[in-house]
């Protein structure tokens, strides 16, 4: 009998050229945090989303939030609003900075940042004479955020907003790419993203001076001297020009890459809306998920984690949703808004495995656990 394979959450997924650019980068000796292909890659990312914006290429998402922080003057005792139901990485920068998160909880139609409780939180920090620095929206497993309503409320107010696209590369809003939707966005390619650099990431911004300021700070902000002479605390977050290859490459199939995450949603939808235990999240109006990760809803934590545990023994990797940062142990001292809705789908949530190179046998045998446990 044929031994199963493991199947992965998220696992990358190579389209083949990608070992061109590495060989290139090779060949003509650019092993280093610039180069061609770094600038291919920056074009590929910008005519992608749409043009009109500029991209920096960098060693990480968490190094782009952190340069986005660095850009928009947030320093010591400044408050952030930062979406509470995400990952760490999206929070973490505010640490850095010596700033102070203040954690927003989401709304139930796209998990995503509440505008609500948004504005409650702004209004409460003004009135404490705390005005927030800036927002951190995240748009989480590719669903968007509510841009205009976050972006309103923004304006209104005047605080920047910084778009955590990290995990929605291909999501659209309105017909508009994730990632350039707010004052600046930012973009990773880390090795279980939808498409990666096995590590890597990536700051959008509006103009050319703040592209050049970034690229300055990634690259230990030196002065134009001859001798190596240092007016600002710089950074070491550029992207390798041998990585940028293989992101060179994967923008070539980043169209596939959404294709197949959608698909698998589908699938996954199609043969399990049957069963009133277990939902999903539906796009609204307008809205365009890549499907990163299919996320189910299940009726309870008992429920969630039979799942989780009977598709384990067939070695099938499946993951609860985000543990909201208001939860989390190092965050949970810091001041929250909440409303309920990420704690219940922390509760209750359950990551799918949604890698673009699942296979049809994979589909079917995650599918055939899955309905077995629900037939129950
Ligand atoms: C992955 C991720 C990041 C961080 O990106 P890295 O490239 O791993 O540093 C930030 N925010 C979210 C929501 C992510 O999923």
Same mark, same amino acid.
């Given at each position: 009998?044929?031994?199963?394979?493991?199947?992965?959450?998220?696992?990358?997924?190579?389209?083949?050229?990608?070992?061109?650019?590495?060989?290139?980068?090779?060949?003509?000796?650019?092993?280093?945090?610039?180069?061609?292909?770094?600038?291919?890659?920056?074009?590929?990312?910008?005519?992608?989303?749409?043009?009109?914006?500029?991209?920096?290429?960098?060693?990480?998402?968490?190094?782009?939030?952190?340069?986005?922080?660095?850009?928009?003057?947030?320093?010591?005792?400044?408050?952030?609003?930062?979406?509470?139901?995400?990952?760490?990485?999206?929070?973490?920068?505010?640490?850095?900075?010596?700033?102070?998160?203040?954690?927003?909880?989401?709304?139930?139609?796209?998990?995503?940042?509440?505008?609500?409780?948004?504005?409650?939180? @702004?209004? =409460? %920090?003004? *009135?404490?004479?705390? #005005?927030?620095?800036?927002?951190?929206?995240? &748009? $989480?497993?590719?669903?968007?955020?509510?841009?205009?309503?976050?972006?309103?409320?923004?304006?209104?107010?005047?605080?920047?907003?910084?778009?955590?696209?990290?995990?929605?590369?291909?999501?659209?809003?309105?017909?508009?790419?994730?990632?350039?939707?707010?004052?600046?966005?930012?973009?990773?390619?880390?090795?279980?993203?939808?498409?990666?650099?096995?590590?890597?990431?990536?700051?959008?911004?509006?103009?050319?001076?703040?592209?050049?300021?970034?690229?300055?700070?990634?690259?230990?902000?030196?002065?134009?001297?001859?001798?190596?002479?240092?007016?600002?605390?710089?950074?070491?977050?550029?992207?390798?020009?041998?990585?940028?290859?293989?992101?060179?490459?994967?923008?070539?199939? @980043?169209? =596939? %890459?959404? *294709?197949?995450?959608? #698909?698998?949603?589908?699938?996954?939808?199609? &043969? $399990?809306?049957?069963?009133?235990?277990?939902?999903?999240?539906?796009?609204?109006?307008?809205?365009?998920?890549?499907?990163?990760?299919?996320?189910?809803?299940?009726?309870?934590?008992?429920?969630?984690?039979?799942?989780?545990?009977?598709?384990?023994?067939?070695?099938?990797?499946?993951?609860?949703?985000?543990?909201?940062?208001?939860?989390?142990?190092?965050?949970?001292?810091?001041?929250?808004?909440?409303?309920?809705?990420?704690?219940?789908?922390?509760?209750?949530?359950?990551?799918?495995?949604?890698?673009?190179?699942?296979?049809?046998?994979?589909?079917?045998?995650?599918?055939?656990?899955?309905?077995?446990?629900?037939?129950?």
């Amino acid at each position: 009998m044929l031994t199963k394979t493991k199947i992965y959450l998220s696992s990358p997924h190579m389209g083949g050229t990608e070992q061109n650019f590495v060989k290139e980068a090779f060949a003509t000796n650019w092993i280093a945090p610039l180069g061609p292909n770094v600038d291919g890659f920056e074009n590929d990312l910008k005519t992608y989303l749409g043009g009109d914006k500029y991209v920096a290429a960098l060693s990480s998402g968490t190094a782009a939030i952190h340069l986005a922080l660095q850009l928009l003057d947030v320093s010591h005792g400044d408050e952030v609003l930062c979406q509470s139901f995400t990952f760490s990485a999206s929070a973490n920068p505010i640490m850095y900075q010596g700033a102070t998160p203040v954690f927003i909880d989401s709304e139930r139609e796209t998990w995503n940042m509440s505008p609500e409780l948004l504005e409650t939180a @702004i209004k =409460d %920090r003004i *009135e404490k004479y705390k #005005k927030p620095k800036a927002i951190i929206a995240v &748009h $989480l497993y590719g669903m968007p955020y509510k841009v205009n309503e976050i972006n309103a409320i923004a304006k209104k107010y005047d605080i920047p907003v910084i778009e955590d696209s990290a995990e929605a590369l291909g999501s659209k809003y309105f017909s508009l790419e994730c990632g350039g939707l707010s004052d600046m966005g930012i973009l990773s390619f880390n090795g279980n993203k939808i498409i990666t650099t096995s590590g890597g990431g990536a700051l959008i911004v509006k103009t050319k001076e703040l592209k050049d300021k970034a690229v300055f700070l990634s690259t230990q902000a030196r002065d134009n001297a001859p001798h190596y002479e240092h007016s600002f605390v710089g950074f070491n977050y550029r992207m390798s020009n041998v990585l940028a290859g293989i992101g060179r490459g994967q923008m070539e199939v @980043i169209d =596939d %890459r959404v *294709e197949a995450r959608r #698909k698998n949603f589908d699938f996954y939808k199609k &043969h $399990l809306s049957q069963f009133k235990e277990v939902t999903f999240l539906e796009e609204p109006e307008n809205f365009f998920s890549n499907r990163w990760i299919t996320c189910i809803e299940t009726e309870s934590f008992e429920l969630r984690e039979k799942l989780r545990l009977e598709l384990l023994k067939d070695d099938i990797e499946t993951r609860p949703l985000w543990k909201p940062m208001h939860m989390q142990p190092v965050f949970k001292d810091y001041l929250h808004f909440t409303n309920g809705t990420s704690e219940k789908l922390f509760e209750k949530g359950l990551c799918l495995p949604s890698g673009s190179n699942l296979s049809q046998d994979d589909l079917q045998r995650i599918l055939n656990n899955i309905t077995n446990i629900l037939k129950l």
